[in-house]
């Protein structure tokens, strides 16, 4: 059964930080690229974040670049999301996902979400 659960989420100051990890299983994780979303109310899901499948490259939305660094460990099967200088924008529900194709077909899977609120 595939599972992505995340978990490190929380409240927080602006400038503040918060680690989030998303434990994988079920899948073969190593050979997947990840990435993180997030998705505030009233608005959109978004691509925060995204890492190849064996964290050679990676990729940021503008709104995070310099802050957010998104790394892996594939012998622990979990991802990861560092998140510096937090910001009231950052506030959402973020995810982990994790993707792969072949010839004949699409993966897909997502996790349930974990809840950064960022508010002084």
């Known amino acids: 059964q595939v599972q992505l659960a995340e978990s490190g989420g929380g409240l927080v100051q602006p400038g503040e930080s918060l680690r989030l990890s998303c434990a994988a299983s079920g899948f073969p994780f190593s050979i997947y690229a990840m990435s993180w979303y997030r998705q505030a109310p009233g608005k959109e899901r978004e691509l925060v974040a995204r890492i190849t499948s064996a964290g050679v490259s990676t990729d940021y939305a503008d709104s995070v670049k310099g802050r957010f660094t998104i790394s892996r460990d594939n012998a622990k099967n979990t991802l990861y999301l560092q998140m510096n200088s937090l910001k009231p924008e950052d506030t959402a529900v973020y995810y982990c996902?994790?993707?792969?194709?072949?010839?004949?077909?699409?993966?897909?899977?997502w996790g349930q979400g974990t809840q950064v609120t960022v508010s002084s």
């Open positions: 996902n994790g993707r792969r194709s072949t010839i004949t077909r699409s993966y897909n899977y």
